[in-house]
């Protein structure tokens, strides 16, 4: 998982740990945005009207 936009100063977590844990909560919102996008995409109009 790419990061941009975290920088992590050590201040509670290891990066390791950061990266575990933070993965692992946000998955499922990840999961469910590029549902959704895919879904957008099949049921966009074809023609602009």
């Known amino acids: 998982m790419n990061w941009f936009g975290i920088s992590n100063e050590n201040e509670f977590y290891s990066q390791h740990d950061l990266s575990k844990i933070f993965s692992g909560d946000v998955r499922?919102?990840?999961e469910t945005w590029a549902e959704q996008k895919?879904?957008?995409?099949?049921?966009?109009?074809?023609?602009?009207?």
């Open 38 to 49: 895919t879904q957008a995409r099949e049921t966009r109009p074809r023609t602009i009207i």
């Open 28 to 30: 499922g919102v990840i």
